[in-house]
């Protein structure tokens, strides 16, 4: 079983839909949980964290976390044709020390207009 | 504020030669992370540097290595390449402390032929 987990795609929406993106760990030691958007040929680019239960809102985008059912999620409102990316799922466990993470494989995101 | 940098962005590199890859972090940011990402394996943890030590190594061969400088910048060696290493090798800074937000430079693509 993999750590990260994560629907590879590609998950295809119409523009002004909302994309939801799901991401499950295995580690309980999880406590910091981040979502980049990697363009193809490009770098990933941070565009939401989260540490607490709950949702998070920023913007167009809202991630959810549930610790208890290890499930994190990014919700995408009025997706854009802009919006289309891969999304990677990012998890920073209590157990390591300092910044390193573990990602998942990626889901790729399509938005048709 | 500028981003992280890193050199050179391309690399054709031959099997059993070395390679060198240099990042500089955002301003102000002391812990550097490298990572490595394939089409295959996805985004795997390399090693982090902060204070100029090691204080997180990934599942690599003895081959990967790195050092961090006193003003933070950061490289990474590879010896003795082999095809299997051909991937974009990205470097990520964050600040200091409890905040665990990462931010990617452009990466280096490196080709072994």
């Known amino acids: 079983q993999k750590e990260v987990e994560q629907n590879s795609g590609p998950l295809s929406v119409p523009e002004g839909a909302i994309a939801s993106l799901n991401c499950t760990y295995s580690?309980?030691?999880?406590?910091?949980f981040f979502w980049y958007r990697q363009y193809s040929g490009k770098s990933p680019e941070l565009i939401m964290f989260?540490?607490?239960?709950g949702d998070k809102e920023d913007g167009r985008f809202t991630a959810q976390l549930n610790k208890a059912s290890q499930y994190v999620s990014l919700l995408i409102r009025d997706s854009q044709p802009s919006d289309s990316a891969t999304y990677l799922c990012?998890?920073?466990?209590?157990?390591?020390?300092?910044?390193?993470?573990?990602f998942g494989q990626g889901t790729e995101l399509s938005v048709k207009p | 504020k500028a981003g992280v940098t890193q050199t050179p962005r391309y690399l054709i590199k031959t099997r059993g030669q070395q390679v060198t890859l240099s990042c500089s972090p955002i301003s102000g940011h002391r812990s550097v992370s490298w990572y490595q990402q394939t089409p295959g394996q996805g985004l795997q943890f390399l090693f982090e540097?902060?204070?100029?030590?090691?204080?997180n190594k990934g599942n690599f061969p003895g081959r990967f290595s790195g050092r961090q400088f006193s003003n933070s910048r950061s490289e990474m060696n590879v010896s003795t390449l082999e095809l299997g290493d051909s991937a974009l090798y990205l470097c990520?800074?964050?600040?200091?402390?409890?905040?665990?937000?990462?931010?990617f430079g452009p990466g280096t693509r490196l080709t072994v032929t």
């Open positions: 990520a800074s964050k600040q200091y402390g409890e905040v665990y937000e990462q931010y």
């Open positions: 580690d309980r030691g999880s406590q910091s």
């Open positions: 989260i540490y607490s239960n």
């Open positions: 540097y902060f204070s100029e030590t090691q204080r």
């Open positions: 990012a998890v920073k466990s209590i157990y390591n020390q300092g910044g390193k993470l573990i």
